[in-house]
Structure formats: structure tokens, C-alpha cells
């Protein structure tokens, strides 16, 4: 649960704005949309194993 503590006179725009920031580095909604439905363990690996393929393709032609 996020807790952001509002200083005496803070706006509440503002207070707004860190909660949402704070939200956004915690991973929330990331978290909530990958268990709306089940993914199997052979299945995340195999999507690790391309994004890694991909950044070294990437790696590989920057340096080119």
C-alpha cells in the first residue's frame, strides 16, 4: 500500500502527481494486468530469451 504523507499547504495536484509517480516506479499496473490472466513458465522464458535476442541484434548493429 503506498502511503504519500501531505505536507501542511502542499496542493493537492501536486501530491496527486507524486502518488502517481511513485505508482509508476512501484509496477503496479504491470503486476495487476500480468495476473489477469495465467502465463505458463515455458512461455516467460521463452519471451525473456527473445528480448535478449533482440537487444544483443540491436548491440551488435550500434556498433556497426
Not at 502511503?3 to 495487476?32: C, H, S, V, W, Y
Not at 495465467?38 to 548493429?61: C, E, G, M, T, W
Request: hydrophobic share 35%.
Amino acid at each position: 500500500m503506498l502511503i504519500i504523507p501531505i505536507k501542511d499547504g502542499e496542493n493537492i495536484d501536486r501530491a496527486l502527481k507524486r502518488f502517481k509517480r511513485k505508482f509508476d516506479k512501484t509496477g503496479g499496473m504491470r503486476q495487476l494486468r500480468a495476473r489477469k490472466q495465467f502465463v505458463k513458465p515455458s512461455v516467460i522464458n521463452r519471451q525473456k530469451i527473445q528480448k535478449a535476442q533482440y537487444i544483443q541484434h540491436l548491440r551488435d548493429n550500434e556498433s556497426i
